[in-house]
């Protein structure tokens, strides 16, 4: 792997970079207490390409590497992890999906304004029932000919409120358990649709986190993705990559409490000293840099194999678990050399560490991510 990028890779960094500091920055915290959804910040994402940064142009994609991807998502969870999270999911849970296995059709109607930003797209998995046990699915798909009659709850979906098009994984055969499992793509405004409840969570306030109920709902069968039985498969793969993006997510959460430390390190004098110049705070700093660029380095790894066509299963959990671990450290750290300023808001480092959190349980937990390692390494 060549780790010097490339000047278009540098170029889209740093238009993460500025859009981050100008446009997501300011109100981040406020958007956080008040669990305001960033629906303005998002609509520019789209504009500036993040939305559907993989995607062919000719479905209004940015055409670009997933190199290019995660360095976008580290710039951006820098800053604004719940403004990440929808990036993250509209790319590569739903854009991805849509442009491997969906017909023109769908890619015509529902990937080109996905991948434009000019809608935002949900994953619908997990059940009150069913999060890591994923095949264990309750919401029916049943088989009426030329439609699906859907039935049932998806819990902690998040773009829940935000989205337009959601991506529904339902059993359709129990028999057939995960080879009966079908994914459907259900539009909002479909009768029988409700979105549920917002959750009140500890961190990525600023994502919109619901529950979806479907009483009924009429699916028309050109709305499933793949062939009949290949929803399973289909969410697992989706979520391999989906995974590179998480992995992405932590790692820029912890580079951007690193930053904020360091640079606080550097303008707070204690015992007549900066910070800075007191090994203790040094040795947390370089054990925060070193965590980090391990981290990076799988995230990388992840995304060039992907590039690269190859299988990157267990190089995408491996990134997603280590950068899920150390972000957890870093941020720790991070609070801590603040002190007492650490612990308020305005400081931001205290949002990074309820931020970080959550990266160790969407799109697999840190268990399921030793799962899947160990089956790859035993197959
Ligand atoms: N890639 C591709 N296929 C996979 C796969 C993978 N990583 N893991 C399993 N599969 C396939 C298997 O090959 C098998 O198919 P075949 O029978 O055709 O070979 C099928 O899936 C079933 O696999 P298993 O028998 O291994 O099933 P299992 O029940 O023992 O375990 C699991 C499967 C890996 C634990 C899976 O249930 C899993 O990944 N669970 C975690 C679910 C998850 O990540 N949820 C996150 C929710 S989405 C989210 O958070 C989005 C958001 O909003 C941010």
């Not at 580290?74 to 854009?95: F, T």
């Not at 029988?192 to 917002?198: H, R, T």
């Not at 007191?278 to 992840?302: E, G, Y």
Request: aromatic share 8%; with cysteine.
């Amino acid at each position: 792997m060549n780790f010097q990028l490339s000047e278009e890779q540098l170029a889209v960094q740093q238009a993460a970079r500025d859009f981050a500091q100008s446009e997501l920055l300011p109100g981040v915290i406020e958007r956080d207490a008040e669990q305001k959804f960033p629906a303005e910040q998002v609509k520019k994402m789209g504009e500036l390409g993040f939305m559907g940064m993989m995607v062919d142009p000719k479905y209004n994609g940015g055409g670009m590497d997933t190199i290019s991807y995660v360095l976008a998502m580290e710039e951006i969870s820098k800053i604004d992890a719940s403004a990440s999270v929808c990036m993250s999911v509209n790319n590569s849970l739903v854009c991805w999906g849509l442009e491997k296995y969906g017909t023109e059709e769908q890619k015509e109607k529902y990937l080109k304004p996905l991948a434009a930003g000019k809608i935002i797209g949900a994953f619908c998995l997990s059940e009150p029932e069913a999060g890591s046990d994923a095949t264990s699915q309750r919401t029916s798909a049943e088989d009426k000919g030329d439609y699906y009659l859907l039935n049932g709850t998806k819990n902690w979906i998040t773009n829940g409120n935000s989205a337009s098009v959601y991506i529904v994984i339902a059993q359709t055969d129990v028999a057939k358990r995960h080879k009966g499992i079908n994914a459907l793509i259900v539009e909002k405004g479909m009768p029988g649709f409700v979105v549920g409840k917002k959750e009140d969570k500890m961190g990525i306030r600023g994502s919109d986190t619901h529950s979806l109920m479907f009483t009924d709902v009429k699916v028309p069968k050109a709305n499933r993705i793949g062939e009949d039985g290949f929803g399973f498969t289909f969410a697992m793969s989706t979520l391999n990559g989906g995974r590179i993006g998480i992995a992405a997510q932590a790692l820029g959460i912890a580079s951007g409490a690193y930053e904020l430390a360091l640079k606080y390190s550097k303008e707070r004098k204690a015992f007549g000293h900066y910070l800075s110049e007191h090994q203790a705070i040094q040795f947390k700093l370089a054990d925060m840099a070193t965590k980090i660029d391990a981290a990076r380095l799988l995230v990388w790894q992840a995304a060039y194999l992907k590039d690269q066509g190859k299988n990157f299963v267990k190089a995408a959990a491996q990134a997603k678990l280590y950068a899920s671990q150390i972000v957890q450290e870093v941020t720790t750290d991070a609070v801590q050399i603040h002190g007492g300023y650490g612990y308020v808001k305005e400081f931001h480092v205290e949002r990074l560490m309820r931020d970080a959190k959550i990266t160790q349980i969407y799109e697999g937990t840190s268990e399921i991510q030793k799962m899947v390692i160990s089956r790859e390494l035993l197959r």
